[in-house]
């Protein structure tokens, strides 16, 4: 499974339920400048140059609602498209 979620050429964010980080592929790493250390850590806390918060909420919801989301994210420099599916 790790293979799989590392050849993904976008970025792949893990989260719990309670919205913390469980996972990351190398993309991701690279996009949200997140390390090994932020597992663990809820979503709203990553010290990211994207402002995750907005993202946070999505997924708050996603989870409660048990739907999909998706959403438009843009950065000084990079605009994202924030897909949440809860399982």
Do not use: C, M
């Not at 790790?2 to 790493?29: E, K, M, S, T």
């Not at 048990?66 to 420099?77: A, M």
């Amino acid at each position: 499974l790790q293979a799989v979620q590392n050849a993904i050429i976008y970025p792949l964010l893990i989260l719990d339920r309670n919205v913390r980080v469980i996972g990351f592929n190398p993309a991701a790493r690279h996009a949200l400048r997140i390390t090994d250390q932020d597992q663990g850590v809820h979503l709203k806390a990553l010290d990211s140059t994207v402002d995750l918060g907005r993202v946070a909420s999505l997924v708050t919801a996603a989870i409660k609602s048990e739907r999909d989301s998706v959403v438009q994210l843009k950065t000084k420099d990079r605009d994202f498209e924030v897909r949440v599916q809860p399982f």
